[in-house]
């Protein structure tokens, strides 16, 4: 497809399973990120890619999250053990480059039970 | 650090009349601004954006004004129209860097 697509929609979990997320950006755009929307917040970053690497994890909340990203295409966000807190709804974007306009996906809404 | 607020977490207009939804940021390396807009269920979806040798671009009935001795940006749409109700997220980011987001600000348009 043309734009950036997120898989699955929606995710319910019990607590202390393993969820992984997924993001495909859109196609030649090296630059990937991860965000993540609680209930009544804002959008709170969590992990930056360029190509495979990532530059800036700074925002990943605990050791519980990791991400991947294979090819400088798709991308994987794995959260361990979820916990309650963790419900909120995952983000993906990519751009072009590492800076300017980014490319959102319409997100993973991820509910622990 | 919050590097770009919205410190206004909600506003409501009536349709017809113009929304003005204000951003600052403290970062005075920003050089690139955007607005993103957002429904439920949805991701945010680019709106406008203006570089910092700019202080307006306008697009429709977006205008987007950039203040840079204040540091601070603003959105106005008119006429404001009952679709245009949803979050709006001013963002920003300097040089090679990835964008801030600012946490949002609801619009609610009235009819």
């Known amino acids: 497809g043309a734009g950036v697509s997120q898989s699955p929609s929606n995710k319910v979990t019990e607590k202390g399973k393993d969820v992984e997320l997924r993001c495909d950006p859109i196609s030649g755009h090296t630059a990937l990120y991860w965000y993540r929307q609680s209930l009544g917040q804002g959008l709170e970053f969590l992990i930056y890619?360029?190509?495979?690497?990532?530059?800036?994890k700074s925002g990943l909340p605990s050791d519980r999250f990791s991400a991947e990203r294979t090819g400088g295409s798709v991308s994987t966000l794995t959260i361990q053990r979820t916990q309650q807190e963790d419900s909120a709804v995952y983000l993906c974007?990519?751009?072009?480059?590492?800076?300017?306009?980014?490319?959102f996906g319409p997100g993973t809404r991820l509910t622990v039970l | 650090d919050q590097q770009v607020k919205q410190n206004s977490p909600s506003l409501s207009v009536q349709e017809g009349r113009i929304s003005i939804l204000n951003c600052d940021y403290t970062?005075?390396?920003?050089?690139?601004f955007l607005w993103y807009k957002k429904y439920p269920a949805e991701g945010p979806t680019f709106l406008i954006s203006?570089?910092?040798?700019?202080d307006k671009n306008e697009d429709g009935r977006f205008t987007v004004f950039l203040n840079k001795s204040a540091k601070h940006l603003s959105l106005h749409i008119v006429p404001s129209q009952p679709g245009d109700s949803a979050v709006y997220f001013c963002?920003?980011?300097?040089?090679?860097?990835?964008?801030?987001f600012g946490k949002g600000t609801r619009l609610s348009v009235i009819a």
């Open positions: 970062n005075s390396m920003f050089d690139y």
């Open positions: 974007a990519s751009s072009p480059r590492g800076r300017g306009l980014q490319f």
């Open positions: 890619f360029q190509g495979n690497s990532a530059p800036d």
């Open positions: 963002a920003a980011s300097a040089g090679d860097t990835p964008l801030v």
């Open positions: 203006i570089s910092s040798i700019k």
